[in-house]
Nanobody
């Protein structure tokens, strides 16, 4: 299995930007499609973005399309989520996850390894 540690969360005003990072260790990072999910208080976990093992294919949730970008650096075993034009409704704990598939998928049951999460709070 791969171990995942997120960082980069924090408090930001609406309209601001944050970049989340997810450092992977253990099994080779390049073996995995990767994804970001989020969970707001009182709500179910939802898909945000996914990326294939090579980085050539991505999938973005409609709610963040045009504002969030997912990327990866396989040489650094790191996954990123660039978040721009943040809104209060983006407030959540953000989790990175490693998929059992190498391509980009958006179904959380396809993800076998999860990080501990990082809090993102967007103030209005």
């Amino acid at each position: 299995q791969v171990q995942l540690v997120e960082s980069g969360g924090g408090l930001v005003q609406a309209g601001g930007s944050l970049r989340l990072s997810c450092a992977a260790s253990g099994r080779a990072f390049i073996n995995y499609g990767m994804g970001w999910f989020r969970q707001a208080p009182g709500k179910e976990r939802e898909f945000v973005a996914a990326i294939s093992w090579s980085g050539e294919s991505t999938s973005i949730a409609d709610s963040v399309k045009g504002r969030f970008t997912i990327s990866r650096d396989n040489a650094k075993s790191t996954l990123y989520l660039q978040m721009n034009s943040l809104k209060p409704e983006d407030t959540a704990v953000y989790y990175c996850a490693a998929s059992i598939w190498r391509h980009a998928v958006h179904i959380d049951s396809a993800f076998a390894s999860w990080g501990q999460g990082t809090q993102v709070t967007v103030s209005s």
